[in-house]
Structure formats: C-alpha cells, structure tokens
C-alpha cells in the first residue's frame, strides 16, 4: 500500500503544442497538395497563434514534416505525401517521442510491478493508435465533419 503523501500521478502528455501543431498538418494536408499554404493563413483557419505556429512549423520542418518554400507565392508543404505520415512521426519531429503516458518517475522499489505494467500497456496501445493514423486519415474525417455541418438548402 501506498503512503499517505505519496501521489502515483500518470499524465498525458499531449498538449497545445502538439494538437496545433496537428491542426497545421490537417491543413496542409487538405489544401497544400498542389501548392504552398501559407502559415497566415493556416493559422487563421486553425485558429492557431501566428508565432506560435511559426515555431511549430520551423520544428516539423527539421524533423521532415513539412517544408517551406520562398517567395511571394511561398508557404508550406508537406515533406510527403499525407498517407505516409502517421501522428507517430509527428510526435517525434516535436518532441522525440511518441510518449502519450507518463508514470513518476519512482525507485524501482516503491513501483508496483502492476502498476508499472499497466502503463507500458496503455503506451503500447496508444503506440499502435499513433503508428497507425495518418495525416491524410484525420484529414478526410475532418472534410466528412465540415460535410456534416454545413448547412443545406432546399428549393
């Protein structure tokens, strides 16, 4: 049994930065496939800070996510195409890992054995969810979403 004042606290670790920056890539994934989209312009849509975004975009492009292009009809692109890209590897270009759980970080002697196999458990099942979803996978859900929600006319 656990101490009184001994807290077993197991966190998420997916914050803003990684959902904006999955916001960018939804975007790009549905408008940049012929030409650049400007970060402007996607943070406009995403509703994502501008700055913020910059320095997202500037991480996924060291990790080959995306990649820029210069000029006045500059922008973003994906480094590939959306259908090889998973939440995986996104994860990785941001933070090296894909670590969704995160035990304390406890001696071995005051971590329970099932406890600590549990959440090697819950990674590894989050492990398949993120290998196995692509960029171009929450695209098409968020394009049937808007289909949903856009009001329709009838004469």
Do not use: N
């Not at 943070?43 to 006045?72: E, F, H, N």
């Amino acid at each position: 049994m656990l101490q009184s004042g001994c807290s077993w606290e197991v966190k998420a670790i997916f914050g803003i930065r990684e959902d904006y920056a999955l916001r960018a890539l939804i975007d790009l994934a549905a408008r940049g496939k012929e030409r650049p989209v400007q970060s402007r312009d996607i943070a406009q849509r995403g509703r994502i800070p501008p700055a913020y975004l910059d320095q997202i975009l500037l991480q996924l492009r060291r990790g080959g996510i995306v990649q820029s292009v210069r000029g006045a009809a500059g922008g973003f692109l994906l480094a590939r195409p959306a259908d090889e890209i998973t939440v995986a590897d996104v994860l990785r270009a941001l933070r090296g890992d894909t670590a969704v759980f995160r035990a304390p970080d406890l001696p071995p002697e005051e971590r329970p054995v099932a406890l600590a196999e549990l959440w090697e458990r819950l990674q590894s099942q989050a492990d398949a969810v993120l290998e196995g979803t692509t960029l171009h996978d929450l695209a098409e859900r968020q394009e049937a979403a808007e289909r949903e929600r856009a009001p329709m006319f009838y004469i």
